[in-house]
C-alpha cells in the first residue's frame, strides 16, 4: 500500500496534477511556492517527501520535469470531464466535435454519470468565488430551482453563468459582482442548460488570489 499524504502533501500532489493537466508541464519551484503562499524551501520538501513516498517521480533533483504515480488503488478515482467550447440549445453537448478538450476531476466528488465543464469569461460572479478563466463543473439540467448558479443560453447563442430566479412575469439572472448590473429576460428568452456544482481554479484565477494575498 502507498503511504499516506499528509494533508500539505496531498494539497501539493493535487496542485501538481492540475498545472500538468493544464499546462502540460510542472510549475517552476518559484510558481509553486507563490501559487500555495508558501516558501521556496517548504515546496522543495514537499516534492522530497512525495518522491519518497512515491507519488512522483523526478529526473534528477533539479530538474523540472515530474512525473506523477497514481496508485493502482485510486486509479478508478479519476475521470474525464468534456469542456465545451460552445453552449447551444438542446444540449447537444455530448457530441465530441463541440469538446474543447477535457478536464480532470475527482470521480468520489463529482459523481453524476454525465457532467460537463465551461470555461468562465470575466469576473461577473467574483462574489460567488468564480473567477477569470476557471472552469465550471455542471450536471445538465433544464430548470433551475431559485438562488443556484446555473448556466443558461440567452436569446439563443449567448451562454452566461449567473445566479438564477424565477418570477411571475420574467426570468432574473443575478451576477455575484456589484460592478454588473442584474438582467431580466422574458421566459423564451433563456434556456437553462445546467448547473454549476463546482470549480476548477484556472491559471487566472489562481494569480488574481495570490495578487490579493499579497496585498493584504
Not at 474525464?80 to 475527482?106: E, F, H, K, N, S
Not at 469576473?123 to 465550471?136: F, V
Not at 487566472?204 to 488570489?209: F, P, T, V
Request: proline residues 7%; aromatic residues 6%; glycine residues 8%.
Amino acid at each position: 500500500m502507498p503511504a499516506e499524504l499528509t494533508p500539505k502533501q496531498r494539497k501539493l500532489l493535487d496542485y501538481l496534477r492540475r498545472q500538468i493537466e493544464r499546462n502540460g508541464r510542472p510549475p517552476s519551484l518559484r510558481q509553486a511556492a507563490a501559487d500555495l503562499g508558501v516558501s521556496h524551501s517548504a515546496v522543495a520538501q514537499g516534492l522530497a517527501a512525495l518522491q519518497e513516498k512515491g507519488r512522483i517521480r523526478r529526473q534528477g533533483r533539479y530538474s523540472r520535469t515530474i512525473h506523477i504515480i497514481e496508485p493502482p488503488a485510486a486509479a478508478h478515482h479519476w475521470r474525464q470531464v468534456p469542456i465545451i467550447g460552445r453552449v447551444t440549445a438542446g444540449l447537444p453537448m455530448y457530441a465530441q466535435q463541440q469538446w474543447d478538450g477535457t478536464v480532470v476531476v475527482d470521480g468520489t466528488v463529482f459523481k453524476d454519470p454525465v457532467l460537463f465543464a465551461l470555461r468562465i469569461k470575466g469576473d461577473s460572479m467574483r462574489n460567488a468565488g468564480i473567477l477569470d478563466g476557471d472552469l465550471a463543473i455542471c450536471r445538465p439540467r433544464q430548470y433551475a430551482q431559485n438562488g443556484e448558479i446555473v448556466v443558461a443560453l440567452v436569446e439563443g447563442d449567448q451562454a452566461t453563468v449567473k445566479r438564477f430566479f424565477l418570477h411571475p412575469d420574467k426570468v432574473e439572472l443575478r451576477p455575484e459582482n456589484p460592478e454588473f448590473p442584474v438582467m431580466h429576460y422574458d421566459f423564451d428568452q433563456v434556456l437553462i442548460q445546467g448547473k454549476v456544482i463546482g470549480i476548477q481554479r484556472g491559471p487566472e484565477g489562481m494569480a488574481q488570489l495570490h495578487n490579493r494575498w499579497r496585498t493584504k
